[in-house]
């Protein structure tokens, strides 16, 4: 099964920057609008950003907007994150996986498993 790989994530200050990548091992995201998501500790995982396979498409969490990028590699074959501003509430597994479409951020759910995520933490 396709594993998707996020990485990127560490400790950062509030109003700090991180830039988280995903990658998929075996396969392109050739095709494929691409989103990230986000599941906090005792919450359910929630949408952040979504891209659409051209890249000229994107969208975001009211929460994110105006802070957060979504990005893709000219190779299709990574996706990526610019967080700035973080806050504490911020703080999440991040994970990426393909959606149905970036207006919907929904996830395509036959992509490829979900993998462990990367843990951002912003202190509060």
Known sequence: QVQLVA?????VQAGGSLRLSCAASGRTF????????????GKEREFVAAISW???TTNYADSVKGRFTIS???????????MNS?????????????V??????????????WGQGTQVTVPS
Do not use: I
């Open 30 to 41: 050739s095709g494929y609008a691409m989103g990230w998501f986000r599941q906090a500790p």
């Open 72 to 82: 893709r590699g000219s190779a299709k074959k990574s996706v990526y994150l610019q």
């Open 7 to 11: 990485s990127g994530g560490g400790s």
């Open 54 to 56: 051209s890249g000229g």
């Open 86 to 98: 973080l806050k504490p509430e911020d703080t999440a597994v991040y994970y990426c996986n393909a």
């Open 100 to 113: 149905r479409s970036a207006a919907t951020g929904t996830p395509l759910g036959d992509f490829g498993s």
